[in-house]
């Protein structure tokens, strides 16, 4: 059982018994995921603005899978790594953003010279209406 306690709070929460994501756009979200109730959040992301951690949220097999991260000042107005757009699903037209972090690793079918691996994305909120594409 995990909890998450954000006071502004953005991002989504897609509950098992539900047509569409829970919008959290501003709000304080506190929930305890708990694996042996129902309904049960089928995946999530979201993004606490004040701390600055993500948290990504998918039901698997059963379980949980809950991956927490912060997100560093520096990787925000780096920009070299502009936050990388989605359009979402069943969420008013709303894009959501993403963190790329990238890892240098030898690759033995590039000699085993070192090439960037993408390792994961980062939620970081949704896309601010004056932002471009």
């Known amino acids: 059982m995990e909890?998450?306690?954000?006071?502004?709070?953005?991002?989504?929460?897609?509950?098992?018994?539900q047509e569409e994501p829970e919008i959290y756009d501003g709000k304080?979200?506190?929930?305890?995921?708990?694996?042996?109730?129902n309904p049960?959040?089928?995946?999530?992301?979201l993004y606490d603005k004040e701390r600055m951690g993500?948290?990504?949220?998918?039901?698997?097999d059963g379980r949980y899978l809950i991956?927490?991260?912060?997100?560093?000042?520096?990787?925000?107005?780096?920009?070299?790594?502009?936050?990388?757009?989605?359009l979402s699903n069943r969420m008013g037209g709303r894009w959501l953003k993403f963190l790329r972090y990238?890892?240098?690793k030898k690759d033995e079918n590039c000699m085993n010279m070192p090439v960037?691996?993408?390792t994961k994305n980062v939620f970081v909120g949704f896309k601010e209406k004056e932002d471009k594409l």
């Open 3 to 17: 909890t998450i306690n954000i006071k502004n709070c953005e991002g989504y929460l897609w509950w098992s018994d």
């Open 28 to 37: 304080a979200i506190d929930i305890c995921l708990d694996e042996t109730k």
């Open 40 to 45: 049960f959040v089928v995946e999530g992301q």
């Open 54 to 60: 993500s948290y990504s949220i998918k039901y698997v």
């Open 67 to 86: 991956n927490n991260y912060k997100v560093e000042t520096d990787d925000l107005m780096n920009k070299d790594n502009e936050p990388k757009k989605f």
């Open 102 to 104: 990238w890892e240098e």
């Open 116 to 118: 960037l691996t993408f």
